[in-house]
């Protein structure tokens, strides 16, 4: 079992900079790959970045429209996960949520994904 929860969600201008965290309890935390999603009220919740665990540990993807804006880190150490968010834009504008899960098998799917936190807002204005 593995609780996460988010945290550092907040209102920013654009072109402004925000960074969440994720907070990861429970054993092995280092043998999760940890992803980043986001969602819209009425739209279907979407990739934003993950990362690899293990030999995997220093892999990443993001999706497109947050390529080069934003980085995905993680400290296994503390049990965190980070999103770096960089020139936001009012696109980016959600509830951020920090998910876990034991492959990095279609990454991008959030089926796929064991635990899930509670999420973070985000507000950007324009």
């Known amino acids: 079992q593995v609780r996460l929860v988010e945290s550092g969600g907040g209102l920013v201008q654009a072109g402004g900079s925000l960074r969440l965290s994720c907070s990861a309890s429970g054993r092995a935390f280092s043998s999760y790959a940890m992803g980043w999603f986001r969602q819209v009220p009425g739209q279907e919740r979407e990739f934003v970045a993950a990362i690899g665990f293990g030999w995997s540990g220093n892999v990443r993807w993001y999706a497109g429209s947050v390529r080069g804006r934003f980085t995905i880190s993680r400290d296994n150490a503390e049990n965190m996960v980070f999103l770096q968010m960089d020139n936001l834009k009012p696109e980016d504008a959600a509830v951020y949520y920090c998910?876990?899960?034991?492959?990095?098998?279609?990454?991008?799917?959030?089926?796929?994904?064991?635990?899930w936190g509670q999420g973070t807002q985000v507000t950007v204005s324009s």
């Open positions: 998910a876990a899960r034991q492959s990095i098998a279609d990454i991008m799917r959030k089926e796929w994904y064991e635990y």
